[in-house]
């Protein structure tokens, strides 16, 4: 979706959404930052949760199958889709910082 669809679909026009944004970096830094708090508190509270490791994998993947089919219009992962195909190197940073949180994530509860 892009800037002028996103600003017709809420209402408002494109000035005023950089208005508030700055630019489509910006807004697309506040967009991941909401998704990871609604989206990624889950998982992490799975991948903290007690148990052995082969159940906590198990709550893991049933978990994110749940979170990443909520929405049948936007299903997936949106730190992991979003900047698949973006020639904008800073967006790619953020979603590369996500995923090392949560590869980190990981490699802590194997170690463990």
């Known amino acids: 979706m892009g800037v002028a669809e996103l600003s017709k679909s809420i209402g408002i026009t494109a000035p005023s959404l950089y208005s508030a944004f700055g630019n489509k970096r910006s807004l697309f830094e506040e967009a991941l930052k ?3 708090q609604e989206n990624g ?7 903290a949760s ?3 490791l082969d159940a906590v994998i198990t709550h893991l993947f049933v978990r994110a199958a749940e979170v ?3 929405d049948a219009e936007h299903c997936g992962c949106l730190v992991m889709d979003a900047t698949r195909n973006c020639g904008d190197d800073g967006a790619k940073a953020l979603t590369e910082r996500n995923l090392q949180e949560t590869r980190q994530l990981l490699c802590d509860l194997f170690i463990e």
């Open 68 to 70: 990443y089919t909520d």
């Open 41 to 47: 508190c889950r998982l992490s509270a799975v991948l």
């Open 34 to 36: 909401r998704y990871v």
């Open 50 to 52: 007690e148990g052995a």
